[in-house]
């Protein structure tokens, strides 16, 4: 039988969704097909081995190290230039060249993508929305207007021609147009940047070795009948979801919870015995600006805290720390496994609690792990980087409960 899992942060990302996934592949066991399913290059996934050797995922699949293959889901933005680099790093660092597969209709960021987030957020401040410099927010609103857009599958055919107009007509009229609507202006630096040819040299360059390295798919209940193992990584987490108004704008711009994954389930012949990993530390982060209940300073939970991923940079700044939140977490955990259940049914609900190595063991706030891990039908745990190990085992499927809005 197929066997599937979906990697889920609870919170607001940066939980150990890449420790998550690559233990998911080795459990499920090779050929593994990783499907990347939303966002794109912001993510950063990191996957630390035994031997000390430590890579942060950004546009290929967390399972990599250990076989599997990639896949960017319908929804998965690209980013030639971020591609690229990832690809190089992989092959110095570990000798590897993974294989990427690529719907046709992703959207592509480009570098003017990734400079307008950037001077959009340096003129905002103080008001900046906790954007990570990646451009994902930038394409998502440019691929709404058709005037200035492909998708993968017609950059992967477009002639150097049509790729450099393609290009100039982002700088010269969507580029002004878009700051213009927000009453911005890009400084002397940026525009010298924003106009330099070279730069459209590099792209086109970048876009060539991409498409020449990658393998392109159109229909995904075809690609993926041929494997009996999936691991579906999400980025971000639940309460940065598009759709939590609430919290608005310190969102991410795409669908951060179990549907999608779910539903590109469903779409496939047979049956498919499907967990739902969600994934938290035993305490709770957020890179970026917004709302965090139960903020505290690090010292508080362990003054010995150093994270290598989330290093402080000047457009999310410094990675802000809180109180584990049991209410809070399960209620986002719940109403999440109840939509995703009316698409598959029988889908079991499991829990990764991470860096229990620097809380001893425990949650840092008023739950139990040992309550918190019983809510759901299994348990894994991690005390290390790259350590996982299984908390509860249990046949019968619990009810996960969230509390009714006011």
Known sequence: MRRAVIVIGCSYGDEGKGLASAHSVRRLGNPCLNVLINGGAQRGHTVDLPDGRRHVFHHFGSGSLDGAVSCAAERFIVNPLVYWQERDALAAE?????RLLVASVCRATTPWDMMLGQIIEENRGKARHGSCGMGIQETRLRYMNTDWCMNWGQLAECTESQYRQYCRRIIGEYLPQRLASLGMTAGAGWTEIIRNPGLIDNSWADLQAMRAETEMYTDWAALAAGWDSLVFEAGQGLALDAD??????????SS????DSARHIRALAGETETEILYVTRSYLTRHGAGPLPGECPKEEINPDIVDRTNVPNPHQQSLRYARFDEAAVMDRVGRDLEATRRVLPGAAAAVLVTHLNETNGALFGEASLSEFTGRFDRAYVSSGPSEVEPWIQRAARQSVQHSDPA
Do not use: E, K, V, W
């Not at 570990?94 to 993974?98: E, K, N, R, S, V």
């Not at 939590?244 to 711009?253: H, I, K, M, Q, V």
């Open 256 to 259: 951060t919870t179990s549907l």
């Open 94 to 98: 570990f000798g590897l060249a993974p």
């Open 244 to 253: 939590n108004r609430a919290d608005f704008p310190y969102l991410t711009p």
